[in-house]
T-cell receptor
């Protein structure tokens, strides 16, 4: 069974530029999550989707971050404009349903200069 | 305000000995706990979990213990192997949405 796929793996941008990350969850998984992991910290949830609906986006900085999950499968996370403090690893995870074990992708490492 | 705390940033153990990783939590509404292992440049990998109605769960070399009264859980790895060297994250679930709340992680080094 294929795991969670993410791209790109690495991205370097300058502050005030925009960037987008892509995630393809495990086939059949209804729930998809985006996490931000800053160096030395544990992952922090940004947004949770159930199929193509948003379940929780309370910690998403909505003035600059946006996310969508088209057709309840793939998802994109966008940052516009980026700030220096957005430098982090962005992890995508999926699970069969909410409150079930989450499976993580390899992450996208973002560096904002 | 950290709800899940891993107070030891690092731990070094000799191969073959026991590794004990600790985790404390503050929110009594948490009802499910998980341990994830993370290698460099990879995403976290699920290792083992425990429901709040149990006090122990075992899977091969890995055992998780839960002490609800102390709001404390621990992961025991016996015997430790060099391939176990990684960062271990404790995580908790509480509430209807199933959001994972992670600790900061403990870096385990198992020396041959």
């Amino acid at each position: 069974e294929a795991g969670v796929a993410q791209s790109p793996r690495y991205k370097i941008i300058e502050k005030r530029q925009s960037v987008a990350f892509w995630c393809n969850p495990i086939s059949g998984h209804a729930t998809l999550y985006w996490y931000q992991q800053i160096l030395g910290q544990g992952p922090k949830l940004l947004i949770q989707f159930q199929n193509n609906g948003v379940v929780d986006d309370s910690q998403l900085p909505k003035d600059r971050f946006s996310a969508e999950r088209l057709k309840g499968v793939d998802s994109t996370l966008k940052i516009q404009p980026a700030k220096l403090e957005d430098s982090a690893v962005y992890l995508c995870a999926s699970s069969p349903g909410h409150r079930e074990t989450q499976y993580f992708g390899p992450g996208t490492r973002l560096l904002v200069l | 305000d950290q709800q899940v705390k891993q107070n030891s940033p690092s731990l070094s153990v000799q191969e073959g000995r026991i590794s004990i990783l600790n985790c404390d939590y503050t929110n009594s509404m948490f009802d499910y706990f998980l341990w994830y292992k993370k290698y460099p440049a990879e995403g976290p990998t699920f290792l083992i979990s425990i429901s709040s109605i149990k006090d122990k769960n075992e899977d091969g070399r890995f055992t998780v213990f839960l002490n609800k009264s102390a709001k404390h859980l621990s992961l025991h790895i016996v015997p430790s192997q060099p391939g176990d060297s990684a960062v271990y994250f404790c995580a908790a679930i509480g509430g209807s949405q199933g959001n994972l709340i992670f600790g900061k992680g403990t870096k385990l080094s198992v020396k041959p």
